[in-house]
């Protein structure tokens, strides 16, 4: 899945990869599958203990992230370009994927409030609309973020959709092919879409 979307993104961008479980077979995975590439490790000291979640995770990035950047969770694959779009040149944006045609259960994850191409608000995961946050964002603003992040316990949990939620302005850009390999409702559709005869891919 890594693999996957590290492609998506112009050899010439620094990627920067928080490492927990099994971190180390990571780092050599990634290391030999990349050798000329500008990949940068993060050892997150607690994981899966007490205190520990996303926004802790991002937090142990911080430093590594003074600059425009754009998250992915590891379980979020998009088809296109549009992973690429630069904080730079968009602003704050959030990756929502349109589900009008009622085929993924919303229940299962954030999504979001918008008006206007804007998202106006990142909702708990029980409140549904026809617009689901799929984990994928660009954050321009770089103080703020990280501030509300430091500001609030609740963003150890919630991740990066609680410093989102605090940014004044929000772009909402919507995803066409989104694959959740994190969800074991949906997997399967990951599955049937990266499969391939000569090597076994998930």
């Excluded at 954050?139 to 703020?144: G, I, K, Y």
């Excluded at 049937?192 to 005869?197: G, I, M, N, V």
Aim: aromatic fraction near 10%; glycine fraction near 8%; charge should be negative.
């Amino acid at each position: 899945a890594l693999v996957h979307i590290i492609e998506k993104f112009n050899p010439n961008i620094p990627i920067v990869v928080a490492v927990g479980y099994k971190g180390e077979s990571l780092i050599e995975i990634l290391t030999e599958f990349y050798p000329n590439r500008d990949i940068e490790f993060v050892a997150v000291d607690n994981f899966d203990g007490p205190g520990s979640g996303l926004g802790y995770s991002m937090m142990q990035c911080e430093d590594k992230l003074q600059c425009p950047f754009v998250f992915v969770p590891n379980d979020t694959i998009v088809e296109g370009t549009a992973i690429d779009l630069n904080p730079n040149m968009v602003g704050n944006w959030v990756g929502l994927k349109h589900n009008t045609s009622g085929n993924i259960d919303p229940s299962h994850y954030r999504c979001a409030e918008t008006s206007d191409n804007k998202v106006i608000s990142i909702l708990p995961k029980g409140l549904s609309t026809d617009n689901i946050y799929v984990g994928l964002c660009g954050v321009r603003d770089l103080s703020t973020f990280w501030g509300l992040m430091r500001s609030n316990a609740e963003a150890i949990v919630d991740g990066e959709s609680f410093g989102l939620n605090g940014l004044p302005r929000k772009k909402a850009v919507f995803i066409d092919e989104w694959y959740d390999t994190g969800n074991l409702n949906r997997i399967n559709e990951a599955f049937e879409r990266f499969s391939s005869k000569n090597h076994n891919i998930l």
